[in-house]
């Protein structure tokens, strides 16, 4: 399934590009992303290419995947947002997940495009769950999270990065569902 484009109060949720890779590991590379996301400080362009390439890919193998971010107002890359799955034995399910250049944090951007997510995996991938692993000193995406209606459950270390554990975030589809008929 091709990558739909989604158009929301302040961003353009559109298909990767090759052009994004640029602004993408610049992003991925500041202080503020790597210590929020553990990125290894060998983290390369050739390490940024292949992450837009699986990010890219799940369109087409799964149906769902990330959305570049596009800033309605300049045109410019800010980041990621979108759904995420692991073929992993321990990864709980199709997560919802964002990073965005530490330059727009404070925005609202993550929340806006995660938003935009939770509709896709509950509305159109017909998802019960969605989940977000988010590192626990990572206070700025557990706020997120915790707009979404999302829960903190157990907190675990995963195959796919098992130097520090994740806490698990749960956003059950009632849950979703009542948020939004409460207004």
């Known amino acids: 399934m091709p990558c739909p484009t989604f158009t929301t109060e302040r961003l353009i949720l559109r298909p990767l590009r090759v052009d994004d890779l640029e602004p993408f590991f610049a992003a991925m590379t500041t202080v503020g992303v790597r210590s929020s996301l553990h990125v290894p400080e060998d983290f390369s362009p050739a390490d940024a290419w292949r992450t837009l390439s699986v990010l890219a890919g799940l369109w087409e193998l799964k149906g769902f995947g990330q959305w ?72 700025r995406s557990q706020a997120v999270a915790k707009r979404l209606g999302s829960e903190p459950g157990v907190e675990r270390t995963l195959s796919y990065y098992p130097a520090s554990p994740h806490v698990v975030w749960r956003l059950d589809r009632a849950r979703w569902e009542a948020g939004l008929s409460a207004g």
């Open 68 to 139: 570049a971010l596009e800033e309605r107002s300049t045109g410019r890359f800010v980041g990621r947002a979108g759904l995420h799955w692991r073929p992993d034995d321990d990864w709980p399910g199709v997560e919802v997940g964002w990073m965005l250049d530490p330059a727009v944090w404070g925005a609202g951007y993550a929340t806006e495009a995660a938003t935009r997510a939770v509709r896709y995996g509950f509305e159109e991938v017909g998802e019960d769950a969605l989940f977000s692993l988010i590192l626990p000193e990572n206070t």
